[in-house]
């Protein structure tokens, strides 16, 4: 699986390696156990547990592969590297929207490491993108596609 490079964050990365080694270790001697286990049902041909042991099996050996290729195209985003006063990956960015007057904050981070939950966006989302090269005090306007929204962005850190 040759791809482009992927920019992750140092925690990023650490939770891909983590994630992979549980899978490598942890998960898939659960899986043996769960395929044992269901052999000793009988027939294979008829046996529903075995099929869905198996199929979970193929399952966690995808996941690791997809894993194993991230991380050998991870490129971890360096702190020192990083312009202190342009939204970039990794930086957190404090926004005020000017039609709402709501204010949001977002830390901007690889697209493997995203999760609206935890405030953490794409760089490849509209406002991630929307977002990158600018500095504090600037008024953006993205487009989104719910329509277009403006912000002024109100730090950066």
């Given at each position: 699986?040759?791809?482009?490079?992927?920019?992750?964050?140092?925690?990023?990365?650490?939770?891909?390696?983590?994630?992979?080694?549980?899978?490598?270790?942890?998960?898939?001697?659960?899986?043996?156990?769960?395929?044992?286990?269901?052999?000793?049902?009988?027939?294979?041909?008829?046996?529903?547990?075995?099929?869905?042991?198996?199929?979970?099996?193929?399952?966690?050996?995808?996941?690791?592969?997809?894993?194993?290729?991230?991380?050998?195209?991870?490129?971890?985003?360096?702190?020192?590297?990083?312009?202190?006063?342009?939204?970039?990956?990794?930086?957190?960015?404090?926004?005020?929207?000017?039609?709402?007057?709501?204010?949001?904050?977002?830390?901007?981070?690889?697209?493997?490491?995203?999760?609206?939950?935890?405030?953490?966006?794409?760089?490849?989302?509209?406002?991630?993108?929307?977002?990158?090269?600018?500095?504090?005090?600037?008024?953006?306007?993205?487009?989104?596609?719910?329509?277009?929204?403006?912000?002024?962005?109100v730090k950066i850190t």
């Open positions: 699986m040759k791809g482009k490079d992927i920019y992750l964050t140092r925690a990023g990365y650490e939770k891909l390696r983590e994630e992979l080694e549980y899978l490598k270790t942890v998960q898939r001697r659960e899986l043996c156990k769960e395929i044992e286990q269901a052999r000793s049902y009988g027939d294979l041909g008829e046996n529903a547990e075995y099929d869905a042991a198996k199929e979970a099996q193929a399952l966690n050996e995808m996941k690791i592969t997809e894993l194993e290729d991230k991380l050998v195209r991870a490129r971890i985003i360096d702190e020192e590297n990083i312009p202190k006063d342009k939204v970039f990956i990794g930086k957190t960015v404090k926004l005020k929207n000017l039609d709402s007057g709501e204010e949001l904050q977002y830390t901007l981070v690889a697209e493997e490491e995203a999760s609206y939950d935890q405030g953490k966006i794409s760089i490849t989302s509209p406002i991630g993108k929307g977002l990158l090269g600018r500095k504090e005090n600037e008024t953006v306007e993205i487009k989104i596609p719910a329509g277009i929204v403006k912000y002024k962005i």
